[in-house]
């Protein structure tokens, strides 16, 4: 039965799409809500769709777009699916186009405006742009403007973003015969257990995260970045801290800003404790060197410093002083994500008797309302904090071990 592969909203998609005719297909909204994977389908539709119609026109190899951020995420998101789920595996050109079901599908990359060189001049019977609402808005017209060839017809999807958006205000929000647009919640994908569902709903952070990756949707940040931080439950006194097993800082370089370190110290189970802030305004480097060698007395000569890479010649002269620094990641919001992650599970506690500017950021570290992401400002120690923390998953592979442990309801 159909409903043994699709989920009641994608049976709708189905329905709306292979049907009917249409020029834009939209899909959009929370993630893991079954929305790639519906696309992905609708993709292998569409070639056989194209093959036909190039037979009854004489076209030998008629072309279709394939549309990502980068190639890395059109591997991960399509071609490693549709390998896991159909086998299909493409033979790729030197240009790392392939063809399938006898269509020529040709790769544009759509995070950056010349990533559409590719595909210029080209008549193309059909688009698959996937995240769509991180593609330039000029790449995206492009890629709509080379679909001209006889039936051409455009899928893609998108996570939600900024109400502003273009993509939302120009496509979602008028739909028509020829744009339709399909809206998905985490609910709809009813092939993930209740049991996940709802752990990942506990793991999310409340505001703008819960409401764009639980309900989908397209909604403006607002308020306090981290509105899960509760200080009657994430503050605690140094002399109760558990056995902390690794430690590792965070810094954020400051002059007429406040420059800060913090040391984050580990449990074995991963529970994270803000042990030691470190924030002063109009300290030149060797203050800061200072500093990081008398944290490596207490924590060792090995202890990683994860630094704002905007100051290079700090982090250098950190080196040469044999101090453990590292660029941090500094992707501003799943960086924040990542802490906001941890206050909701509590699993970042703050060593009160430790800190002096934390207590006055957390509390007016906000959201932009138009750019949603937080505004730049009360935000050293917090920075320092994303820095560490973010970092710290990344470089040893916990972001995804995290996620893992979220959706069986073990972190």
Not at 3 to 8: G, R
Not at 33 to 58: C, H, P, Q, W
Not at 117 to 128: E, K, L, S
Not at 147 to 152: E, F, K, L, V
Request: hydrophobic fraction near 35%; proline fraction near 3%.
């Amino acid at each position: 039965m159909i409903s043994d592969i699709y989920s009641k909203k994608q049976i709708d998609v189905l329905k709306q799409t292979v049907n009917k005719d249409w020029f834009i297909a939209l899909l959009h909204g929370a993630k893991r809500s079954g929305k790639t994977k519906m696309n992905n389908d609708l993709f292998l539709f569409e070639l056989r769709r194209v093959r036909k119609i190039a037979d009854e026109e004489g076209v030998k190899e008629p072309m279709y777009i394939l549309a990502g951020v980068s190639s890395n995420t059109i591997n991960k998101n399509i071609l490693q699916e549709l390998y896991n789920m159909y086998n299909i595996e493409p033979k790729f050109d030197k240009h790392n186009n392939f063809k399938l079901f006898g269509v020529k599908v040709v790769q544009a990359y759509t995070g950056n405006i010349g990533g559409v060189g590719a595909i210029r001049g080209m008549t193309a019977y059909g688009a698959y742009v996937n995240e769509a609402s991180l593609a330039k808005q000029e790449v995206f017209a492009e890629i709509v403007s080379r679909c001209s060839g006889n039936g051409a017809r455009i899928l893609a999807d998108t996570n939600p973003d900024n109400p502003e958006h273009w993509l939302k205000k120009e496509y979602i929000d008028k739909p028509n015969e020829n744009v339709k647009a399909f809206h998905f919640e985490l609910d709809d994908n009813t092939f993930l257990s209740k049991r996940y569902r709802e752990n990942i709903k506990a793991a999310t952070p409340s505001g703008m995260f819960y409401d764009r990756d639980i309900k989908g949707l397209w909604v403006s940040a607002d308020g306090v970045v981290y509105q899960d931080f509760d200080s009657n439950k994430h503050y605690i006194q140094s002399k109760d801290l558990p056995k902390l097993s690794t430690f590792y800082c965070g810094v954020d370089w400051g002059y007429e800003h406040w420059g800060s370190i913090v040391v984050i110290g580990e449990t074995d189970d991963g529970t994270a404790y803000l042990i030691e802030e470190h924030a002063k305004q109009h300290e030149e480097i060797d203050y800061w060197v200072d500093i990081a060698k008398e944290i490596q007395e207490r924590y060792g000569s090995r202890v990683p410093f994860y630094c704002d890479s905007a100051r290079p010649e700090h982090v250098d002269r950190f080196k040469r002083e044999h101090i453990e620094a590292f660029n941090g990641d500094k992707a501003r919001l799943t960086g924040v994500e990542a802490v906001a992650r941890r206050f909701k599970k509590d699993k970042l506690f703050i060593c009160r008797d430790k800190v002096e500017k934390f207590p006055n950021e957390i509390y007016q570290y906000v959201w932009d309302e138009k750019k949603g992401e937080p505004i730049k400002l009360f935000d050293d120690v917090l920075d320092s904090l994303r820095y560490a923390i973010y970092t710290n998953e990344v470089r040893n592979g916990k972001t995804a071990e995290i996620v893992s442990k979220v959706q069986f309801g073990l972190y």
